[in-house]
């Protein structure tokens, strides 16, 4: 694999954010109403791009006003889907402390997925402060409010201007930011799910454990086929045993007592059909560190479901992401049959618990002596 | 499917030839000395644009100076690779005449796999008249050479300025053109092919049978790996059996005397994993006219193939597409042994008479009474 993991002789592997140049906006947009806004509609003022080239290697980073990007109509992002994204939130405490949550896992999951893409490698810390001075220049843009947060998008685009199926000469990597409230526009109702194996979400030897733009491009028709069922999301199945992998962008728990009697929570291994997702990592994290239950990373069908709900041994079942935290899951439409999920009082105590949890984790100092490595402060409010 | 298959109310399903606004270049580049041209890496003068909103529909097509796109940096395209390509060519014969080759097929495909990428229905008889105009506009552009021709690439965008995972309300719709000589590199040598299931092209439940960008940025990894084992594409295999299904971007051939004796033309079924090429469809429409030897869709697994090599049952194996039509296959190296496929003088037998036959389709009037079907001329040159 020496061909692809190597850099080209002379190029750094580093956007170097000591040569950070800053552009500031002429004008300033009006900061939106949290309250009804649609998740990912609203973008701050600014953006970081950072050109890379296979002769020159990393360029200057920029942060400028935002506004559209200029690409060769060849550009290997829109044929060949030579991309990947990453999804993190910048989080506001009562004090106005800004905060990321573990940026870090977000750029060694985007390296790997870099790597898979055939897109270069790059400086995660340099890269991380980068995405730091970009949201400094756009604090205002980070909400003052426990429900909402900055949400942060790193984009990675391969932008080789001809059509040859190849690995690009050239890319952009980009970062643009936007306010959010909750993902769902249901707020925080439980979730009703479509679980058929007609669509495939990822398979062994495909990119599922990557952020590449085609794993979601390739859902959004099973999406509306779910709608057509009267469902919001796909419960993504695999295999002729129809094992339990996803829930639509998310990854997926049950908490439940197993075959064996024993309370515990349980979450897909991440054996290449599954995005290793960061909020997945932190409830795994979490709840290993209370030690009240078993916590297992396991292969879950939906026969073990549907006998474990005729048996009552299903406590709660949830979808974790970045864009929603938890998302607890009601009801799930399968072979004819609606599955209905336990759901206290719309959320579940241990969803509610983990929501709790990890906002506190990413809104204020609570327990920040314990989980500081859950999180890197930016800065207080000038 | 109603929500997915019918258009919104008041909107026009197709971007109207009629409309059609033609602003002219007022340069024009200088034409490529076509010898030593790297495929899909010049470009005519002119491109194609049509946008399109969910709720104005189409809007008028555009024939204007090759140059950038401007795209809001939440494109969908770009992170959820909400995307699809077309490849198709146009040919000059010695007479001047220039001509498309099947090209509502293309258009067929390419609504099948805007069905599939949840963009918008068109209509595919304004848009290869659109298409039409475009290579008429840069009709200087279409090669006076029987081995070289006019790439023409439609490519289809999804361009929603959101995040959220769903249906895109707004989508560009664009035609740039390219001439071409020979795809590969090496000219019409046979290629030498890894084939390994450690990545899998396509599968059940996806995309493989559209022609979406995800299923090509996620096979470039592949075709590094296996030029590490000095192999120039990857022999793409599915299942546990080791199925063969696909030749990098190519469709896959094998000329044999099958299990029982027969003289046999095989390729895979179009069952969901394999792209209904254009070419492919060609050559099994001309070689079951012929009727010289059986032509079948079916399964062939790695065993079935090394173990007719064992027996001296193989007699050619090759690769089809629009931008290389037929591509002999050299060797194969699969777990570890290098499997040599028969290939007299390089471009064997079969190979050679179906690459002279659609050639001339494309190029001449040779049978052309008998394959109008296969062609639309465009115009002689003025």
Known sequence: ASCRAASPPGTATAPPAADLVIELSQTHKAKPDLTNLVFGTVFSDHMLTIEWTSNGGWQKPHIKPFGNLSLHPACSAMHYAVQLFEGMKAYRDADDKVRLFRPMLNMNRMANSAERACLPAFDRAELVECIRRLVQVD??????????????????????????????????????????????????????????????????????????????????????????????????????????????TMNMFLFWNNENGEEELATPPLDGIILPGITRQSILELTRKW????????????????????????????????????????????????????????????????????????????????????????????
Not at 210 to 216: F, L
Not at 322 to 341: D, F, K, M, W
Request: aromatic share 10%.
């Open 139 to 248: 604090l205002e843009w980070v909400p003052k409010s426990d429900s909402a947060s900055l949400y942060i998008r790193p984009t990675f685009l391969g932008t080789e201007p001809s059509l040859g199926v190849k690995k690009p000469s050239r890319a952009l990597l980009y970062v643009i930011l936007s306010p959010v409230g909750s993902y769902f526009s249901t707020g925080a109702k439980p979730v009703s799910l479509w679980a058929d194996s007609k669509y495939i979400r990822a398979w062994r030897g495909g990119t599922g454990d990557c952020k590449m733009g085609g794993n979601y491009g390739a859902s959004i028709y099973a999406q509306y086929e779910a709608a057509d069922y009267g469902c919001q999301q796909v419960l993504w199945l695999y295999g002729d045993d129809h094992q339990i992998t996803e829930v639509g």
């Open 291 to 382: 030690g009240e239950f078993k916590v297992c990373e396991r292969y879950l069908t939906m026969a073990d479901l549907r006998c474990a709900l005729k048996e009552g041994r299903v406590k709660e079942m949830f979808g974790s992401g970045t864009a929603c935290v938890v998302s607890p899951v009601g009801r799930i439409l399968y072979q004819g049959e609606n599955l209905h999920i336990p759901c206290q009082d719309d959320f579940p105590q241990l969803a509610s618990r983990l929501m709790k949890e990890l906002t506190d984790i990413q809104h204020t100092d609570y327990s920040i002596e314990i989980h500081t490595r859950f999180i890197s402060i930016l800065s207080p409010l000038c």
